[in-house]
């Protein structure tokens, strides 16, 4: 168990549909990341949070978008959901934001568009 | 230019032996870091093993370690006395001190571990 929880673990939608990921991350991590890893494209990086603020962003889409809140979970929000949105978005969190500091990873949430 | 590139996509391994995967980067970066985790069918993201660029010695973390030969850029890992759970995906990954704390991972090698 990496302390990390995501929530919910498997969601089923259509396209055109908006979706919220749920992350809390382990206790005393300050930073979350957010990974999408599918089929075609592998694992990618999408953003970072380092303690409420955006730190660093990846091959994020404009149809989504993230924050962190005061008690450090984050939300993974995407919206207008296509079919090549199915995949495994993961959350991560480290204690800071640099350094040797490895990412502890969720379970993930399987998003699966119809 | 890729920046992990793992070759191997699949390989086998007899159970009780030690086995490479094999790893190698691409950086300009002096500063960095290389990980490999774990991803067994079950879906889950699993951290093994850190090694950092200016590190002298090896990283080692049980069963495993990390063969690292920086002139090379290649961050082998080394599983020895293979189990039948080791059957998995791996992944390696680095992050880049110019790039802020994002990891870029490789493509993978599937693990498995025959009785």
């Known amino acids: 168990d990496s302390g990390v929880t995501q929530t919910p673990k498997h969601l089923i939608t259509a396209t055109g549909q908006r979706v919220t990921l749920r992350c809390s991350p382990r206790?005393?991590?300050?930073?979350v990341y957010w990974y999408q890893q599918s089929l075609d494209q592998g694992l990618q990086f999408l953003i970072q949070?380092?303690?409420?603020?955006?730190?660093a962003k990846g091959n994020i889409l404009e149809r989504f978008s993230a924050q962190q809140f005061p008690d450090l979970h984050s939300e993974l929000n995407l919206s207008s959901l296509e079919l090549g949105d199915s995949a495994l978005y993961f959350c991560?969190?480290?204690?800071?934001?640099?350094?040797?500091?490895?990412?502890?990873f969720g379970d993930g949430t399987r998003l699966s568009i119809l | 230019a890729q920046k992990i590139t793992q070759t191997q996509p699949g390989m086998f391994v007899q159970e009780k032996e030690a086995v490479t995967l094999d790893c190698t980067y691409d950086?300009?970066?002096?500063?960095?870091?290389l990980f490999w985790y774990k991803q067994p069918s079950s879906g889950e993201m699993i951290f093994l093993i850190y090694?950092?660029?200016?590190?002298?010695q090896n990283a080692t973390e049980g069963r495993y370690s990390l063969n690292f030969q920086k002139a090379r850029k290649s961050a082998n890992l080394v599983i020895s006395a293979s189990q039948l759970g080791d059957s998995a995906m791996y992944f390696c990954?680095?992050?880049?001190?110019?790039?802020?704390?994002?990891?870029?991972f490789g493509g993978g090698t599937r693990l498995m571990v025959k009785p």
């Open positions: 991560a969190s480290s204690q800071g934001g640099q350094g040797n500091q490895p990412q502890h």
């Open positions: 206790s005393g991590d300050l930073s």
């Open positions: 949070y380092y303690n409420g603020e955006e730190r």
């Open positions: 950086t300009s970066d002096q500063s960095y870091g």
């Open positions: 090694q950092g660029s200016y590190d002298e």
């Open positions: 990954a680095m992050r880049e001190n110019n790039a802020g704390n994002m990891l870029t």
